[in-house]
């Protein structure tokens, strides 16, 4: 991670006293609560700790985009998923929900939350039309940004409070 700037990106605890200086608290609606798998053993597919900017990026350094170099070779991003037009890529274990999305080589979306809804699937795919929405909006107003951090609409605060405590 130090190849992209990135510092602060760790394999989580499975306690909640494990936790990080400035690591959320996650909360699960779940019977095995939010501290309840081992994610430390998780390190190759889920467990790790990141802020939205680390994970962004990140994004800008496998988005095959000329302004920034990729630290990953242009054959190696050619042969993966990460040669699509866009792509996204959802994550979730009890108390955690995560999402970020590339769109167009230009625009990138990292989505995180502290906690899990039961539809999930739902949430999903909400966000993917609100990341979908404000690229448009970036596209439209010839905005400058590249990769941006937002918060979610009103609405969409709403969509998640909605499934995460029902």
Not at 98 to 120: C, E, K, M, W
Request: include cysteine; charged fraction near 25%; charge should be neutral.
């Amino acid at each position: 991670m130090q190849k992209c700037g990135i510092t602060d990106m760790h394999i989580g605890g499975d306690q909640k006293e494990e936790r990080f200086s400035g690591e959320v608290t996650y909360y699960s609606i779940e019977r095995t609560g939010a501290y309840g798998m081992p994610v430390r053993r998780m390190d190759s597919h889920g467990g790790w700790i990141a802020s939205a900017n680390s994970l962004l990026k990140f994004l800008a350094k496998i988005d095959r985009n000329e302004g920034t170099p990729d630290f990953i070779s242009p054959e190696m991003l050619k042969d993966s998923y990460f040669n699509l037009y866009a792509w996204t890529h959802t994550g979730s274990l009890p108390g955690t929900t995560s999402i970020i999305s590339r769109i167009d080589d230009h625009y990138g979306f990292v989505v995180l939350a502290n906690t899990r809804p039961r539809n999930q699937d739902e949430l999903f795919k909400r966000l993917q039309d609100i990341i979908k929405e404000e690229a448009v909006s970036m596209a439209s107003n010839a905005t400058s940004l590249r990769f941006a951090s937002f918060l979610l609409p009103q609405g969409a605060q709403r969509f998640f409070a909605k499934y995460a405590i029902s």
